[in-house]
């Protein structure tokens, strides 16, 4: 038999549920299935679990017709389970690495019904905070298994169904099932406890339970809060259907009250207007369930708590509220004296230009003016200038501006209408454009302004982790202003991705409330649809004969590694190629001076770092080689030959992060070393039938919605307000 069942469910968790099926599949211990139920998510969800089943067979995927949230949906999976435990963990949190082997341990050497395992909160700005696991036992019990009358402290670990492991036979003999609606885990843990006969405590930290800045049930507010009581009577219920487990009654009602309490303190949770509501409800329930001969009852200021509840007396519990409220605001204030001066001191350093910005600000919104920029003010470029295109075809009456930098006015096409970054043009369209369209971020003091439109198209399908995600990967995000990204993301009306993986990974790394149009990439419209004639053409601006093959060298940065340049040797690879073959080697435009790396190369070896369009680039390449770069989805919307070259592919993963191992899941060939690209060329393997395939199922999964069509689909929603 199975040892551990993992139930997964899943739901709008597309941005982390790979996270989480990899930190259970890469363990180092096998006995396990992970049952994932799609909960009729609306995201990709479903898709994802489908994926890692058909890759690993202890996965097996539940398809719910209809949403029926998290409780039932963690039965669907249960009614499924063939494991001798069952452990129910959220599609958002994840294992820590290598715990496996010492859960298991645990279960084979006590058998307990409930084994209890440590976790940590990990919060959106990589921060993790333990649990109370050290405060309720602070001499970890080891191997001794109890029953909750003889240790009823155990109620004061958090109440979830994920920090607990339950042997699958006694859940059923109990007959415990989820209830339905919002916490769902207190009427199934509580009495899970109260019943068991034999409950374990490893004190080994093996969830990560992810605190999300968006999306999260804990992060909304709404009367659904009110369904915590409902929750609760379903606890008492079953104490009184059970008698003989009520030795525990007075420890669990302090529990409730806890519980009551923390829901009614929580200003994301409950809004100003219900909280006298909710506070009658704490006290209807406290003198329902009074234990005859009391409880025990906190001291100080949450024993005041307990007494008012008791008492009724909302206006005075809400008073008491305001003041500590208001003793933590002083203390705030007192911390902040000195940014605010120092952002004082900025501002007046900006002098009058900010000024000025503020005052346009305070002016209408030119309902006409887009305001267009990519690359940090580079010039006219990427998904920005698609967008832009089909804009003027298909929104004449929408105006758009650039922005630019002094030293890239001259790169603009003839005919742009521009602004020079830092001058008061600038800031003027800043202020009152009614779109702003960006594959970066605007600059910090951009405001928000109610009628705007943010529009952040990004500017590549993410290989490398990003946004937030850089936090564990400290060498890739060195002087990120985290706090800041973040917003800045919160300015984001629209989010365009190209694919859902893209889609996944944004709504990890940039959390917020944008709506994602997974629409492809407007950038690539102009590859999906080019014809042979307007190859020929670039190839012939470019100097390229008809009869030569072109191989295109395009590396990403290493932010971490600023001078690092992979090893490549341009003669011996054109060796190889022969007297037709043609090198272009382009360095990121992180790197924008001409001739940056290759300052040697000569003849049939060209460096087109310092060309501005790089489609014109993959237009007139037959071959792509690149390492960690989003140019590799890109062009593989031309379907032509393209070989992963990592070098540092180790190394780069350790120090940079990935969002996944490209030389695991390519686009064709793959390369370690200079030699082996060398003996790709040599023996055409750039071209043969594996790599072929590779590149077929790359396509399929990154490039199907780039049909030329992607510009116009964002015009018409962002521009045109039509639906989808």
Same mark, same amino acid.
């Given at each position: 038999?199975?040892?551990?069942?993992?139930?997964?469910?899943?739901?709008?968790?597309?941005?982390?549920?790979?996270?989480?099926?990899?930190?259970?599949?890469?363990?180092?211990?096998?006995? #396990?299935?992970?049952?994932?139920?799609?909960?009729?998510?609306?995201?990709?969800?479903?898709?994802?679990?489908?994926?890692?089943? @058909?890759?690993?067979?202890?996965?097996?995927?539940?398809?719910?017709?209809?949403?029926?949230?998290?409780?039932?949906?963690?039965?669907?999976?249960?009614?499924?389970?063939?494991?001798?435990?069952?452990?129910?963990?959220?599609?958002?949190?994840?294992?820590?690495?290598?715990?496996?082997?010492?859960?298991?341990?645990?279960?084979?050497?006590?058998?307990?019904?409930?084994?209890?395992?440590?976790?940590?909160?990990?919060?959106?700005?990589?921060?993790?905070?333990?649990?109370?696991?050290?405060?309720?036992?602070?001499?970890?019990?080891?191997?001794?298994?109890?029953?909750?009358?003889?240790?009823?402290? $155990?109620?004061?670990?958090?109440?979830?169904?994920?920090?607990?492991?339950?042997?699958?036979?006694? /859940? !059923?003999?109990?007959?415990?099932?989820?209830?339905?609606?919002?916490?769902? %885990?207190?009427?199934?843990?509580? =009495?899970?406890?109260?019943?068991?006969?034999?409950?374990?405590?490893?004190?080994?930290v093996c969830v990560h339970y992810r605190q999300r800045r968006a999306g999260a #049930? *804990?992060?909304?507010?709404?009367?659904?809060?009110?369904?915590?009581?409902?929750?609760?009577?379903?606890?008492?219920?079953?104490?009184?259907?059970?008698?003989?487990?009520?030795?525990?009654?007075?420890?669990?009602?302090?529990?409730?009250?806890?519980?009551?309490? !923390?829901?009614?303190?929580?200003?994301?949770? #409950?809004?100003?207007?219900?909280?006298?509501?909710?506070?009658?409800?704490?006290?209807?329930?406290?003198?329902?369930?009074?234990?005859?001969?009391?409880?025990?009852?906190?001291?100080?200021?949450?024993?005041?708590?307990?007494?008012?509840?008791?008492?009724?007396?909302?206006?005075?519990?809400?008073?008491?509220?305001?003041?500590?409220? $208001?003793?933590? *605001?002083?203390?705030?204030?007192?911390?902040?004296?000195? =940014?605010?001066?120092?952002?004082?001191?900025?501002?007046?350093?900006?002098?009058?230009?900010?000024?000025?910005?503020?005052?346009?600000?305070?002016?209408?919104?030119?309902?006409?003016? $887009?305001?267009?920029?990519?690359?940090?003010?580079?010039?006219?470029?990427?998904?920005?200038?698609?967008?832009?295109?089909?804009?003027?075809?298909?929104?004449?009456?929408?105006?758009?501006?650039?922005?630019?930098?002094?030293?890239?006015?001259?790169? /603009?096409? =003839?005919?742009?209408?521009?602004?020079?970054?830092?001058?008061?043009?600038?800031?003027?369209?800043?202020?009152?454009?009614?779109?702003?369209?960006?594959?970066?971020?605007?600059?910090?003091?951009?405001?928000?302004?109610?009628?705007?439109?943010?529009?952040? *198209?990004?500017?590549?399908?993410?290989?490398?982790?990003?946004? /937030?995600?850089?936090?564990?990967?400290?060498?890739?995000?060195?002087?990120?202003?985290?706090?800041?990204?973040?917003?800045?993301?919160?300015?984001?009306?629209?989010? #365009?991705?190209?694919?859902?993986?893209?889609?996944?990974?944004?709504?990890?790394?940039?959390?917020?409330?944008?709506?994602?149009?997974?629409?492809?990439?407007?950038?690539?419209?102009?590859?999906?649809?080019? !014809?042979?004639?307007?190859? @020929?053409?670039?190839?012939?601006?470019?100097?390229?004969?008809?009869?030569?093959?072109?191989?295109?060298?395009?590396? !990403?940065?290493?932010?971490?590694?600023?001078?690092?340049?992979?090893?490549?040797?341009?003669d011996r690879l054109l060796d190889v190629l022969g007297p037709s073959g043609r090198?272009?080697?382009?360095?990121?435009?992180?790197? %924008?001076?001409?001739?940056?790396?290759?300052?040697?190369?000569?003849?049939?070896?060209?460096?087109?770092?310092?060309?501005?369009?790089?489609?014109?680039?993959?237009?007139?390449?037959?071959?792509?080689?690149? %390492?960690?770069?989003?140019?590799?989805?890109?062009?593989?919307? /031309?379907?032509?030959?393209?070989?992963?070259?990592?070098?540092?592919?180790?190394?780069?993963?350790?120090?940079?992060?990935?969002?996944?191992?490209? *030389?695991?899941?390519?686009?064709?060939?793959? @390369?370690?070393?200079?030699?082996?690209?060398?003996?790709?060329?040599?023996?055409?393997?750039?071209?043969?039938?594996?790599?072929?395939?590779?590149?077929?199922?790359?396509?399929?999964?990154?490039?199907?919605?780039?049909?030329?069509?992607? $510009?116009?689909?964002?015009?018409?929603?962002?521009?045109?307000?039509?639906?989808?």
């Amino acid at each position: 038999m199975t040892l551990i069942s993992f139930v997964v469910p899943a739901y709008r968790v597309q941005g982390y549920l790979r996270e989480c099926l990899d930190s259970l599949l890469g363990q180092p211990f096998g006995d #396990i299935e992970v049952v994932g139920v799609d909960d009729a998510s609306p995201d990709t969800s479903g898709d994802i679990l489908d994926e890692y089943a @058909a890759r690993d067979r202890r996965v097996r995927v539940v398809r719910l017709a209809e949403n029926v949230g998290l409780g039932p949906a963690r039965n669907a999976g249960l009614d499924r389970a063939v494991g001798e435990y069952v452990w129910f963990l959220d599609g958002d949190d994840w294992l820590a690495p290598d715990c496996l082997p010492e859960v298991a341990d645990r279960l084979r050497s006590t058998g307990p019904d409930v084994l209890v395992v440590d976790h940590v909160r990990v919060h959106w700005n990589d921060t993790a905070s333990r649990s109370a696991m050290a405060e309720v036992f602070p001499e970890p019990p080891g191997e001794v298994t109890f029953r909750l009358s003889d240790r009823p402290e $155990a109620l004061r670990l958090l109440h979830t169904a994920w920090n607990r492991l339950v042997r699958r036979e006694f /859940l !059923t003999r109990l007959g415990l099932r989820f209830a339905p609606g919002w916490y769902e %885990d207190v009427s199934f843990t509580y =009495p899970l406890l109260l019943a068991a006969g034999r409950i374990g405590v490893l004190d080994r930290v093996c969830v990560h339970y992810r605190q999300r800045r968006a999306g999260a #049930i *804990t992060r909304t507010r709404g009367d659904r809060h009110f369904e915590v009581f409902d929750q609760w009577h379903r606890v008492f219920r079953f104490l009184d259907d059970h008698p003989e487990l009520a030795g525990p009654r007075p420890a669990l009602f302090e529990r409730m009250l806890w519980h009551h309490l !923390t829901v009614l303190g929580n200003g994301q949770r #409950i809004a100003p207007e219900l909280r006298p509501a909710f506070f009658d409800r704490i006290t209807a329930d406290y003198r329902r369930f009074l234990p005859p001969g009391g409880y025990p009852a906190p001291h100080g200021v949450e024993g005041l708590k307990h007494r008012l509840v008791a008492a009724g007396r909302w206006r005075t519990f809400s008073a008491l509220r305001g003041a500590n409220q $208001a003793q933590a *605001t002083v203390r705030g204030t007192a911390r902040r004296v000195m =940014p605010v001066a120092r952002r004082t001191a900025r501002l007046a350093r900006d002098g009058v230009l900010r000024e000025y910005y503020r005052a346009e600000l305070r002016r209408p919104i030119d309902p006409t003016l $887009a305001v267009y920029a990519a690359y940090w003010y580079r010039g006219r470029a990427c998904n920005p200038a698609a967008v832009a295109a089909a804009a003027r075809r298909l929104a004449p009456q929408v105006r758009a501006v650039w922005i630019v930098r002094r030293d890239r006015v001259d790169t /603009l096409p =003839p005919g742009t209408e521009y602004v020079v970054a830092g001058t008061p043009a600038y800031y003027r369209a800043l202020a009152r454009a009614r779109w702003l369209v960006n594959n970066v971020n605007f600059p910090d003091y951009v405001r928000k302004r109610p009628g705007s439109v943010h529009v952040q *198209t990004h500017h590549g399908t993410p290989v490398k982790v990003m946004g /937030l995600d850089q936090q564990r990967y400290p060498l890739g995000a060195v002087g990120m202003d985290f706090a800041g990204l973040l917003r800045r993301v919160d300015r984001w009306d629209y989010s #365009i991705t190209a694919n859902s993986f893209s889609t996944q990974m944004w709504e990890r790394a940039y959390p917020a409330s944008y709506v994602t149009l997974e629409v492809g990439y407007p950038r690539n419209d102009r590859l999906a649809v080019a !014809t042979a004639e307007e190859v @020929a053409e670039v190839r012939g601006r470019l100097g390229i004969g008809p009869g030569e093959r072109v191989v295109l060298y395009a590396p !990403t940065h290493r932010e971490h590694l600023p001078r690092y340049r992979p090893p490549f040797d341009p003669d011996r690879l054109l060796d190889v190629l022969g007297p037709s073959g043609r090198l272009l080697i382009r360095s990121h435009y992180f790197h %924008d001076r001409p001739g940056w790396a290759h300052r040697r190369v000569r003849g049939r070896a060209v460096d087109v770092s310092d060309h501005q369009c790089v489609e014109d680039l993959y237009l007139a390449a037959d071959v792509l080689v690149t %390492d960690y770069s989003s140019a590799m989805f890109d062009y593989a919307v /031309l379907d032509r030959p393209i070989v992963v070259y990592a070098p540092d592919r180790d190394a780069y993963a350790l120090a940079r992060g990935v969002y996944f191992d490209v *030389t695991a899941e390519p686009p064709g060939a793959v @390369a370690l070393t200079f030699e082996e690209l060398v003996d790709v060329f040599r023996a055409g393997g750039e071209s043969a039938s594996a790599a072929t395939e590779a590149r077929r199922r790359f396509r399929e999964r990154f490039c199907a919605l780039d049909d030329g069509h992607a $510009a116009e689909r964002v015009v018409r929603r962002v521009f045109l307000g039509e639906s989808a």
